[in-house]
Each structure stands twice: as structure tokens, then as C-alpha cells.
């Protein structure tokens, strides 16, 4: 076990820089798309857009990239980030080199292609609306060129990519915390020194 004081592992530093650095990207990634948002927004008249079809449906998708981008970009990568310190802090193990680089090696990239397709679809829709297009099945339809297997494959992956990326950081933090009972034999240690 370590000791609340102990340095963290030279591993540590490298993924944490790369989380923290990622959020800090994806921060102004997300504010830029709040900007990008409300400009583009202003674009589309007024009103109705057409009989059934509202500004609301043509701009939903565009508007939730903002806050999907501040969640996945900058929230979970610096949840990532300080579970990492605060569990090693408190006497778990160290997370194996090879967890971390899986972790950040399928989270980093796929979110980032997740915000690059929720700012394509956001696009899509709004300038289909711009344009005439208000029936929104044919919207739907004409996305990646109306390859639904492609969409489903890309989206698909993407998610699951996240995902296990996730799942494994999970499992190997809770694998370094091990038994409550040494945690517990340890601060008794710690308290009693």
C-alpha cells in the first residue's frame, strides 16, 4: 500500500497531462460551438420554418453540441484525471501503464469524433431547413448520403469505443482500491503513525 504522500507514478503523469490537455482543448471546442450555434441559428428566418417543421427542429441538434461537448470533452476527462489522484492519494494501487493507455488511447479520440459527427448532423439539419428541405424523415435520410449502414457503423463504434474506454478505466481503479479491509488496516497504520 502507499502512503497518502506518495509521489505518483511517472505513468500517471503522462495520461493526466493528456486528459487535462484534451479538456482544455475540448473546452474551447465547446464554447466555440455554442458561438457557432447561436450565429448560425440567426441565419435560419424567424418563425415557422414550414407547416409541422419549427426553428426548435431545425436547430435542436446543432444546439446540443455545447453541452454534449462540455460533458464528454472537458467533464469526464477531468473526472478521469482526479479519480486517478484522489484514489491513489487514499491507498489504492497504481493503475496499470497499460490500463491508462487503453483508456485514454479509445475515450480520446472517439469522443472527439463523436462532437465532429453531433456537429455534422447539427449542421445537416439546419442547412437542409435553410435551404427548403423541411421534411424531416428526408432529412434523416440524406445523412452520410443516405447510407444508413454507415451511420449506424460509425455512430455504433464510436459509442462503444467510449465505452470500453470507460469500462476498462472503471474496472482498473476498482481493481487498484482492492479489499476495504486493507484500506481500512492501512489507515489505522497511517492514523497511528
Known amino acids: ?8 507514478p511517472v505513468h ?4 493526466v497531462r493528456a486528459l487535462l490537455k484534451y479538456a482544455l482543448i475540448m473546452l474551447v471546442v465547446s464554447l466555440l460551438a455554442g458561438v457557432a450555434f447561436q450565429e448560425s441559428s440567426k441565419k435560419l428566418p424567424p418563425g415557422p420554418v414550414a407547416d409541422g417543421f419549427s426553428r426548435w427542429d431545425a436547430t435542436m441538434h446543432l444546439a446540443l ?19 486517478l ?19 485514454v488511447g479509445l ?5 472527439a469524433l463523436t462532437v465532429l459527427l453531433m456537429l455534422y448532423k447539427g449542421y445537416h439539419v439546419l442547412l437542409s431547413a435553410r435551404f427548403g428541405k423541411t421534411d424531416p424523415g428526408a432529412i434523416d435520410a440524406a445523412l452520410f448520403a443516405g447510407s444508413k449502414g454507415l451511420r449506424h457503423g460509425v455512430y455504433g463504434l464510436c459509442h462503444v469505443a467510449m465505452a470500453v474506454g470507460l469500462f476498462i ?10 479489499d ?12 497511528g503513525a
Open 169 to 178: 478505466f472503471v474496472w482498473c481503479l476498482w481493481r487498484s482500491m482492492g
Open 107 to 111: 475515450y480520446v479520440p472517439f469522443s
Open 85 to 103: 489522484h484522489l484514489a491513489r492519494a487514499h491507498g489504492a494501487r497504481e493503475v496499470s501503464r497499460k490500463g491508462l493507455a487503453w483508456t
Open 12 to 15: 500517471y503523469t503522462r495520461y
Open 65 to 83: 453540441v455545447h453541452g454534449h461537448t462540455m460533458m464528454i470533452g472537458v467533464l469526464v476527462p477531468v473526472a478521469l484525471a482526479g479519480m
Open 1 to 8: 500500500m502507499t502512503t497518502p504522500h506518495a509521489p505518483q
Open 180 to 191: 476495504r479491509s486493507k484500506v481500512a488496516g492501512h489507515r489505522s497504520q497511517v492514523g
